[in-house]
């Protein structure tokens, strides 16, 4: 227990107040991030090359399909700017998570680390990248990564038996989908539930609320 009355596990995952004004509400303590610190540990969260101690996980993404409905489905976190609050996941083009995408430009993404007792809440607005714009990410991928990006088969599509589907890799068929984050909300379930919401108004404004 440090002099905040955190436990050293408890103020690694939640915002710290060092680096931040307490600014008054009538109903919760906010907390107003006066430069990125806080918003960067948030973010390294996300991202797998943190120096935190983060386990990698897949988060769920979900979208909003054509007929208003939710969809959701488990991606591969590719990157996490800290700087932009800019996520990064590869998919095939003609995948229906990208015409979602394309039709309704916002996304949610869900990702419980049972490791850290973290549950991270994002929202998003989201930028389809695809051909020239991604030839140098597409260089990155590795082979044996290439094969969900085929031309063949749309995922999704009818086919006649489990295995009849095409995996010849095409750049064609490969897209990144650039999640801009408007919105965090983290929960950490310890001793004493923790929640805090940061939303972003030119920079990161944070607040505690109630779990
Ligand atoms: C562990 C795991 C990781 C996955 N990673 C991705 C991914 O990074 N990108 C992707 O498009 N689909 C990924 N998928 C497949 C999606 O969950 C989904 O089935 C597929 O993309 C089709 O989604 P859609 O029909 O909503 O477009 C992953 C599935 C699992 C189980």
Redesign the pocket.
Known sequence: MNSSGRTAAEGRHLPAASGTRAVASSHQRSLELRSRTNSVLTLALLCRESHLLWRPA?PTLA?VSSEGLP?A????L?KADRASGRLE????LF????AELKATPVAALHVWDSGSRLQIRVQADAVIAHGDDVAETWSRVPEQSRT?YSLGSV??SLIPEALAYESTPDAAAFAVVHLHIRLMDLLHLGSQHRRAQFVREGGWVGNWVAP
């Open positions: 897949h979208t969809q489905r488990t991606v591969v590719r996941i590869h998919t095939n995948s229906p998570k990208v969900a995922p999704g």
